[in-house]
T-cell receptor, first 114, second 114 residues
Framework: DGGITQSPKYLFRKEGQNVTLSCEQN?????MYWYRQDPGQGLRLIYY???????QKGDIAEGYSVSREKKESFPLTVTSAQKNPTAFYLC?????????????FGDGTRLSIL | AQSVAQPEDQVNVAEGNPLTVKCTYS??????LFWYVQYPNRGLQFLLK??????LVKGSYGFEAEFNKSQTSFHLKKPSALVSDSALYFC????????????FGTGTKLQVIP
């Protein structure tokens, strides 16, 4: 079955530590996205990538970094500069950005502070 | 700037009654509109979309949505609610032309009461 796999499901970060969230898709989609979900705030875009080796900052990129070395993979690093990282992180993909095709979502990673 | 508003944080409806979850949007061009559903600790699942054509769009699980251009609304509806419909619902919007980001609403929690 095609889909998006996010791992781990739960992650704990110590102060001063960088952590990396994994996102892999086998849908052959060009575009991939990272969102942060906080209660009552909906989804906020962190980074997006339209194609391999290219990515753009979203609305709340500070304290986060990404890479897109392979079409299938779009890992997100939450750096120590992100002072309030506790949230539910969702990865998504679509055929390409700006089309009328819906985004497909993984089941998320819940990040908490130790 | 584009925006999506979901004016109700929560909607309560009795099982078997019709349900409506409201959404209004603001985009610069011809809108592409989407509804997604999210169950606890899961990613978003696509329900339906409006691109062009008929104002009444039918989707998964018996849901439908009505596009109203003059009121810039895209309300989600279902004739008879099920307890299993209880979840968080998100409206999203983008528009045609170029690489446009998708904007999500803040979500509406639907509670179907047995």
């Amino acid at each position: 079955d095609g889909g998006i796999t996010q791992s781990p499901k739960y992650l704990f970060r110590k102060e001063g530590q960088n952590v990396t969230l994994s996102c892999e898709q086998n849908l052959n989609h060009d575009a991939m996205y990272w969102y942060r979900q906080d209660p009552g705030q909906g989804l906020r875009l962190i980074y997006y990538s339209q194609i391999v080796n290219d990515f753009q900052k979203g609305d709340i990129a500070e304290g986060y970094s990404v890479s897109r070395e392979k079409k299938e993979s779009f890992p997100l690093t939450v750096t120590s500069a992100q002072k309030n990282p506790t949230a539910f992180y969702l990865c998504a993909s679509s055929e390409r950005q700006g089309t009328n095709q819906p985004q497909h979502f993984g089941d998320g990673t819940r990040l908490s502070i130790l | 700037a584009q925006s999506v508003a979901q004016p109700e944080d929560q909607v309560n409806v009795a099982e078997g009654n019709p349900l409506t979850v409201k959404c209004t949007y603001s985009v610069s061009g011809n809108p592409y509109l989407f509804w997604y559903v999210q169950y606890p600790n899961r990613g978003l699942q696509f329900l339906l979309k409006y691109i062009t054509g008929d104002n009444l769009v039918k989707g998964s699980y018996g849901f439908e949505a009505e596009f109203n251009k003059s009121q810039t609304s895209f309300h989600l509806k279902k004739p008879s609610a099920l307890v299993s419909d209880s979840a968080l619902y998100f409206c999203a919007a983008t528009y045609s032309g170029g690489y446009q980001k998708v904007t999500f609403g803040t979500g509406t929690k639907l509670q179907v009461i047995p």
